[in-house]
C-alpha cells in the first residue's frame, strides 16, 4: 500500500495518489474546486463522492456561510462532467457531545429553539453510504463483464 499527502487545496498535489484511480471522497471545504475537479478529470477519475451538507437545501443558502461554500463545490463537480454524489446529512451525532455539559449540569439541554426537531445522524452512516456510492458502479461493472 502506497501513502500519499495531498492538499485538498493545492490540485496539484494529487497527481500521484489519483494514480488507477477511479473513485474519490472529499469534504466540501475547498480554496480551488473548478482546479481539484480539473486534477481528477486529467487523472480520469470516475466518479466523486462528496461530504456535502444539507444546508445546500435551505431557502437562502447560497448566501449563507455553510450553505455557499458547500453550493460551490457542488457545482464544481457538477460542472466537470465527472460522475458524483452528493451526501447531504444533516447534523451529525457527534455533535451532540456538545450537549454533555449541560445533561450533566442541569440534566436538561438549554436550545435557542426549543420547538426545533434535529434528527441527527452516525457518522458510520454516513461513510457507510459513501462506500456503497463509491463501489456500486464498479461492483455493476464487474458482475457484468
Known amino acids: 500500500m502506497q501513502v500519499f499527502a495531498a492538499d485538498?487545496?493545492?490540485?496539484?498535489?494529487?497527481?500521484?495518489?489519483?494514480?488507477?484511480v477511479d473513485g474519490v471522497f472529499i469534504y466540501a471545504d475547498l480554496d480551488d474546486p473548478e482546479g481539484l475537479c480539473a486534477a481528477f478529470v486529467?487523472?480520469?477519475?470516475r466518479h466523486v463522492v462528496l461530504l456535502s451538507s444539507s444546508?445546500?437545501?435551505?431557502p437562502g443558502a447560497?448566501?449563507?456561510?455553510?450553505?455557499?461554500?458547500?453550493?460551490?463545490v457542488?457545482?464544481?463537480?457538477?460542472?466537470?462532467g465527472l460522475d458524483?454524489?452528493?451526501?447531504?446529512?444533516?447534523?451529525?451525532?457527534?455533535?451532540?457531545?456538545?450537549?454533555?455539559?449541560?445533561v450533566r449540569g442541569d440534566s436538561a439541554?438549554?436550545?435557542?429553539?426549543?420547538?426545533?426537531?434535529?434528527?441527527p445522524i452516525h457518522e458510520h452512516d454516513i461513510a457507510d453510504v459513501a462506500i456503497t456510492a463509491l463501489t456500486h458502479q464498479a461492483l455493476i461493472e464487474y458482475l457484468e463483464s
Do not use: C, K, M
Not at 444546508?55 to 435551505?58: K, L, N, P
Not at 447560497?62 to 460551490?72: K, L, T
Open 74 to 80: 457542488e457545482r464544481a463537480i457538477a460542472a466537470s
Open 62 to 72: 447560497a448566501e449563507d456561510f455553510n450553505g455557499s461554500r458547500f453550493i460551490r
Open 8 to 20: 485538498l487545496n493545492d490540485p496539484s498535489s494529487f497527481t500521484g495518489a489519483l494514480e488507477s
Open 109 to 119: 439541554v438549554p436550545l435557542p429553539y426549543p420547538d426545533a426537531v434535529q434528527v
Open 42 to 45: 486529467a487523472a480520469t477519475v
Open 84 to 102: 458524483y454524489t452528493f451526501l447531504r446529512p444533516g447534523g451529525f451525532a457527534s455533535n451532540a457531545a456538545r450537549w454533555s455539559w449541560g
Open 55 to 58: 444546508s445546500v437545501t435551505h
